[in-house]
């Protein structure tokens, strides 16, 4: 199958070293950074809009942003239990939870977000099953 791992990033932004590191993840041992909108907000909506499913590990608002946006399309998403952030709150969100500390924080409008499907979240006890997940929907 065609390799596709790369990072999205804004243009104002370069990829961070760290990055680098993630190359050796890719058959071709080298991981392309393609430019996605003016700033992280719009790369955000970008993620949201392309990716066929998300895995969250941890993450913010704009994470959440991310997956919400994926969710909102019919997409699934991939939560790594435990890892904290984004995504306990989509573990609890998968439970029929919105976490008040959603509710009580003015950037985010949660309204749409509890409309959306619990049965879109999909939960990894580990990285390894998360993967899983994710070769899985490639054979299907």
Do not use: C, H
């Not at 997409?75 to 989509?90: D, E, F, M, R, Y």
């Not at 959603?102 to 950037?107: N, Y």
């Amino acid at each position: 199958p065609e390799d596709k791992f790369f990072v999205l990033i804004p243009s104002q932004y370069l990829p961070p070293k760290e990055y680098d590191l993630l190359a050796r993840f890719n058959t071709k041992k080298e991981l392309s950074a393609v430019i996605a909108g003016k700033n992280m907000q719009e790369r955000r909506k970008y993620v949201g809009e392309i990716a066929d499913k998300l895995i969250v590990i941890n993450g913010g608002l704009g994470t959440l942003d991310e997956a919400v946006v994926a969710m909102s399309q019919g997409k699934k998403v991939i939560s790594l239990k435990n890892s904290g952030g984004a995504a306990t709150w989509l573990e609890s969100f998968k439970k029929g939870v919105v976490p008040s500390v959603l509710e009580d924080d003015e950037r985010v409008d949660y309204t749409p977000i509890i409309k959306l499907s619990p049965n879109l979240v999909e939960s990894a006890s580990t990285v390894e099953e998360a993967i899983n997940y994710l070769w899985r929907d490639l054979r299907e």
